[in-house]
């Protein structure tokens, strides 16, 4: 049997008529760049989360560069994140000349955790009165926001990290791009902080026909910056208030991604109903001594866009299953704070002991709403196999 980690065709194969009808409208309309497509998608994410404005951008990775510059992050700032997360986190920031200071995540689940960032700014960061800002103090960075990651699609703990943030005059930007649609205590990611970044690359949840992405605020001024931003900073063509970027989402991508978008809550449920099988499939199994499922904190949900799980020789395991036809994935296996490309930031490897054990024993399992029940029971069967030596 074949179990592909993530299974595009299955999901195309349903909506294949509405999609080749809404990107051959585009071609008939001939309008391919900031369009009608575009700001009703806009509108419609916007709702979707609860946030008053949607902006379309190139990509996530543009929405968190487009977010944290509509903020003021330039040269010499900081930003406080998280080393267990998608490079693009990081690297948002330091296309911007600014510094990521990283924080470990919590001890359950994989968000930043909140007393770690409140140790990081009461420790190390001293208040700048005068300028009300927080300046690292080694370094003598002026930080500037806290960008959390809302991983594998389950929100940070929003609420003491907002908390902590205000404490000290932060803004909060959210890394939401695995976790379009997932509910903190009753809001959706992306509406939580004051500026949420989605990505709609093929194989997130939401995902289009190449790269897209969104900022998501319900501060207008915000919006209207990161759409300055898009634009080569014009206000009008021709007509450059700053210097920005060229970084829109285009009209065929948003068409596919409003065929798709009614979809989203439905798909996430599939994901949902596959990780509590998989819950009961391997607590049948007994393999909860070797396994370590993944939890869903108080208080928040889990659209699972990865379905990750903590295993014992893990590697082993993984070259086990591609032999059985199933496809796994390793998110991340080297930390941001042990990558080669920022050694310069000082770090030493066992800084964030948390982020470096995720990255030694976690792997992703076939998690998409079209995987049957037989798929599903292979996989465990295979698990089964490789810890017990019988299926
Ligand atoms: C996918 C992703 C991004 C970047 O999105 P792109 O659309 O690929 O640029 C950023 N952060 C996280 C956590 C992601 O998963």
């Known amino acids: 049997m074949n179990v592909p980690l993530l299974d595009l065709q299955a999901q195309y194969a349903t909506i294949k008529d509405k999609v080749q009808a809404a990107v051959g409208a585009v071609f008939e309309s001939q309008r391919f760049v900031l369009g009608a497509q575009g700001a009703a998608l806009e509108e419609e994410i916007a709702r979707h989360c609860g946030a008053a404005f949607g902006v379309g951008v190139a990509s996530g990775t543009d929405a968190l560069l487009l977010s944290l510059r509509a903020l003021g992050v330039g040269a010499g700032d900081g930003v406080v994140t998280v080393p267990f997360t998608f490079f693009a986190t990081a690297?948002?920031?330091v296309n911007l000349g600014a510094r990521p200071f990283f924080v470990d995540i919590e001890p359950v689940g994989y968000g930043m955790?909140?007393?770690?960032?409140?140790?990081?700014?009461e420790g190390e960061c001293r208040p700048d009165t005068a300028a009300r800002c927080v300046v690292h103090k080694a370094s003598g960075a002026t930080i500037r926001a806290v960008l959390p990651v809302h991983l594998y699609g389950q929100c940070a703990d929003m609420d003491p990290i907002l908390e902590v943030a205000r404490?000290?005059?932060?803004?909060?930007?959210?890394?939401?791009?695995?976790a379009i649609g997932a509910d903190y205590k009753g809001k959706k990611a992306g509406a939580l902080g004051d500026l949420g970044c989605f990505s709609f690359f093929p194989s997130k949840n939401l995902g289009g026909a190449g790269d897209g992405g969104m900022v998501v605020t319900s501060d207008r001024g915000l919006a209207d910056r990161v759409?300055?931003?898009?634009?080569?900073?014009?206000?009008?063509?021709?007509?450059?208030?700053?210097?920005?970027?060229n970084s829109r989402?285009?009209?065929?991508?948003?068409?596919?991604?409003?065929?798709?978008?009614?979809?989203?809550?439905?798909?996430?449920e599939g994901r949902r109903r596959n990780a509590a099988a998989y819950g009961e499939d391997f607590r049948a199994a007994g393999l909860l001594d070797v396994l370590q499922l993944p939890e869903v904190l108080p208080g928040r949900s889990h659209i699972f866009h990865q379905y990750v799980i903590r295993a014992e020789r893990?590697?082993?395991?993984?070259?086990?299953?591609?032999?059985?036809?199933?496809?796994?994935?390793?998110?991340?296996p080297v930390p941001l704070h042990e990558q080669e490309c920022f050694r310069g930031l000082g770090y030493g490897a066992d800084d964030f002991p948390?982020?470096?054990?995720?990255?030694?024993?976690?792997?992703a399992l076939p998690v998409y709403p079209e995987l049957s029940a037989e798929q599903r029971r292979w996989v465990v069967d295979r698990i089964a196999r490789f810890y017990r030596g019988a299926a």
Do not use: N
């Open 227 to 245: 759409r300055l931003l898009r634009g080569h900073g014009a206000h009008a063509r021709y007509f450059h208030d700053i210097v920005g970027f």
């Open 91 to 93: 690297g948002a920031v």
């Open 314 to 332: 893990r590697d082993e395991l993984q070259a086990f299953l591609r032999e059985g036809g199933i496809g796994t994935e390793v998110y991340y």
């Open 113 to 121: 955790d909140p007393d770690r960032l409140a140790s990081f700014l």
């Open 167 to 178: 404490r000290y005059g932060l803004p909060v930007v959210e890394d939401a791009c695995q």
């Open 249 to 268: 989402l285009d009209e065929l991508q948003a068409a596919v991604l409003r065929v798709k978008l009614p979809y989203l809550d439905e798909w996430s």
């Open 354 to 363: 948390r982020s470096r054990a995720a990255s030694r024993s976690t792997l």
